[in-house]
């Protein structure tokens, strides 16, 4: 049965996480001020509405409660958003996500109860700031304990070899994940390179220069991996 979830605030941000669900197969409300806008999303979602969202009576006629999330991605007023989280919580919706734009939203969100708080501008912020420090990172994820998953390009130094040899585990203290690859393919008479995962990857899998490493351990693990192979 496919999940439903409902998305509050269709600017950028909202809109396409609304779009993301729905492709993957999600029965998605979007529920926005605009009616333009609501007019837009109608046919990438299963329902759109043009509604005030602080309103109550309103979310509950539109059956809030049978949603089992529901994302509030209003990101110009702060007000708002507090509002129609606020309200949320009073007539008990299963979950909440809510976006905040920089610590004191933060604080203040997770000061009213909330437990899922995205930050979208913070994460990219992270992401340009690593990839302008170190180029060969290509995006990360940080876990708790000095952890993390890391997309690396592959250094210059394991290019050709087999991940025997390199030996990821016992040189660097790091687990290799998966592997991106770029491969030529031709779409519609034209060679494009398209990336696809490379899978589980085995002891004789050769690095190729285009590849990707996935990497899991901890991040200064990561680093001197990159730096001793450059």
């Known amino acids: 049965m496919a999940k439903k979830i409902a998305v509050i605030g269709m600017g950028q941000f909202g809109m396409a996480i609304a779009k993301t669900l729905s492709r993957k197969g999600a029965e998605v409300l979007a529920i926005d001020r605009n009616e333009t806008i609501i007019e837009e999303i109608a046919e990438k979602v299963d329902m759109a509405v043009a509604m005030d969202a602080t309103d109550k009576k309103t979310l509950v006629s539109?059956?809030?409660?049978?949603?089992?999330?529901?994302?509030?991605?209003?990101?110009?007023?702060?007000?708002?958003?507090?509002?129609?989280?606020?309200?949320?919580?009073?007539?008990?919706?299963?979950?909440?996500?809510?976006?905040?734009?920089?610590?004191?939203?933060?604080?203040?969100?997770?000061?009213?109860?909330?437990?899922?708080?995205?930050?979208?501008?913070?994460?990219?912020?992270?992401?340009?700031?690593?990839?302008?420090?170190?180029?060969?990172?290509?995006?990360?994820?940080?876990?708790?304990?000095?952890?993390?998953?890391?997309?690396?390009?592959?250094?210059?130094?394991?290019?050709?070899?087999s991940l025997i040899d390199i030996d990821l585990r016992r040189r660097y203290d790091l687990n290799l994940i998966t592997i991106k690859r770029s491969i030529e393919v031709v779409h519609d008479g034209e060679k494009v390179q398209e990336q696809h995962i490379y899978g589980i990857p085995k002891g004789e899998s050769i690095i190729r220069e285009n590849d990707s490493l996935v990497l899991f351990g901890k991040r200064k693990d990561v680093e001197r991996f990159i730096e001793i192979n450059q």
């Not at 007539?91 to 000061?111: D, F, H, S, T, Y």
């Not at 992270?126 to 170190?134: D, G, Q, S, T, W």
């Open 62 to 161: 539109q059956g809030i409660l049978d949603f089992e999330a529901v994302v509030v991605a209003i990101g110009e007023d702060f007000e708002q958003l507090l509002l129609c989280t606020t309200v949320l919580m009073d007539i008990g919706v299963k979950r909440i996500m809510a976006r905040a734009r920089g610590k004191n939203q933060r604080i203040i969100l997770e000061k009213i109860g909330v437990k899922e708080i995205l930050s979208p501008e913070d994460e990219v912020g992270m992401n340009v700031a690593e990839r302008l420090i170190n180029p060969s990172i290509v995006s990360y994820l940080d876990l708790p304990d000095e952890y993390c998953i890391m997309e690396v390009a592959t250094p210059p130094d394991v290019i050709g070899r």
